[in-house]
C-alpha cells in the first residue's frame, strides 16, 4: 500500500483509538485528575522520543509553539464539556464541529483546493454529526454551558489541525515535530491541576494511573497518526474523515455507557459512513 492509499486507513484507525481514550477519560469520575495523567503521558513519550528524532526545521517552532497552546486549550475545554454534559452529545459536538471549520479556513484563507466531490462528501458527513449531535433533541437552555464548551472544543481541533497540517510540511521531521509538540502541551495541564488542587492531586491521580495512562497513550498515538497522515493528504479530507470517531464514539456511548443508541443516531451515523464513501470516490477519480 502506498503511502498516499494507506492515509484514509490511517486516518480512521487513529479515529477509533481517539474514540477509545475519549472514553476511558468521560467514565472516570475526578476528569481533571484523567486529563492530568494522559498528558503526564504524553510529556513523558514527547521526552523519550525527543531524543531520538531530528530536531524540527527552525520554521516548525513557531507552528508547534502554537498548536501546543492550542491543544491545551482544547484539553480545558473538553474537560469541562465532560464535567458538564453527558458523553453521547458532547463528544459529537466537539468532534463535529471541527471538519466544517476547516474545509472553510483551508479553501478560503489558506488558498487549498478542494474538488467539488470532496466538498460534498464534507458536507454530508457535517449533516451525520449534527445529526448525531442532535438525535435527543436540542439542548434546552441549562445545557448551554455544556454545549459552548463542547462547540469551542470544535474550533480548538480546527485550528490546531491547521496548524499541525503546514508545521508538519515545513518541520523535515514528522517525528521530531509530534515529539516537541507532545513535550511542550503535555507539561502545561499537570502544572494548572497542580495549582488548582495543591497535593490533593497527588492522591486523586493513584487510583487512576492505570486507565489514565492507558488513556494517555492510546491519545499519543491517535495524534501520531493523524500527523503523519497530514504530512502526505489533503487536509479538510484527514479532518472529516478523522471525525468518524463520532460514529465509534456512539458505539461505544451505547455499549459502555448503556446509552440509547436508537434510529436517529443509527440513520446519522449512516450518513457518516457515506460521506466517507463520497471522500474516496472523488479522491480516486
Known amino acids: 500500500m502506498t503511502g498516499a492509499a494507506a492515509v484514509p486507513a490511517v486516518v480512521l484507525a487513529s479515529a477509533v483509538l481517539h474514540a477509545v481514550w475519549n472514553g476511558l477519560t468521560h467514565g472516570l469520575r475526578d476528569k481533571l485528575a484523567g486529563f492530568t495523567l494522559i498528558s503526564l503521558a504524553s510529556a513523558g513519550c514527547g521526552a523519550v522520543l525527543v531524543c531520538l528524532a531530528p530536531l524540527p526545521a527552525p520554521a516548525a517552532w513557531p507552528y508547534i509553539a502554537a498548536s501546543a497552546a492550542l491543544q491545551v486549550t482544547y484539553q480545558l475545554l473538553l474537560l469541562r464539556a465532560y464535567q458538564l454534559g453527558d458523553f453521547g452529545q458532547m463528544y459529537p459536538t466537539a468532534r463535529g464541529t471541527s471538519p466544517v471549520v476547516v474545509a472553510v479556513v483551508s479553501t478560503l484563507l489558506l488558498g487549498h483546493s478542494l474538488a467539488a466531490g470532496q466538498a460534498l462528501g464534507i ?18 437552555r441549562e445545557q448551554l454551558p455544556a454545549l459552548a464548551a463542547a462547540v469551542g472544543t ?132
Not at 458536507?123 to 434546552?140: E, F, R, S, T, Y
Request: glycine share 16%; net charge positive.
Open 123 to 140: 458536507a454530508v458527513i457535517a449533516c451525520g454529526l449534527a445529526g448525531l449531535a442532535l438525535a435527543d433533541g436540542i439542548p434546552g
Open 154 to 285: 470544535g474550533v480548538m481541533i480546527a485550528s490546531y489541525t491547521l496548524v499541525d497540517g503546514s508545521g508538519v510540511r515545513v518541520s523535515g521531521s514528522d517525528l521530531g515535530y509530534v515529539a516537541w509538540l507532545f513535550l511542550c502541551q503535555g507539561l502545561v495541564l499537570p502544572l494548572i491541576a497542580g495549582a488548582r488542587r495543591g497535593r490533593a492531586l497527588f492522591t486523586a491521580l493513584r487510583p487512576l494511573w492505570g486507565r489514565g495512562l492507558a488513556g494517555g497513550l492510546l491519545s499519543l498515538l491517535a495524534y501520531g497518526l493523524v500527523v503523519w497522515a497530514q504530512s502526505r493528504g489533503d487536509l479538510s479530507t484527514i479532518a472529516a474523515l478523522r471525525e468518524t470517531s463520532i460514529v465509534f464514539g456512539a458505539l461505544i456511548g451505547a455499549v459502555v455507557f448503556r446509552e440509547r443508541l436508537g434510529r436517529r443516531r443509527i440513520t446519522a451515523s449512516a450518513t457518516v459512513l457515506v460521506g466517507i464513501a463520497v471522500i474516496q470516490l472523488a479522491g480516486g477519480s
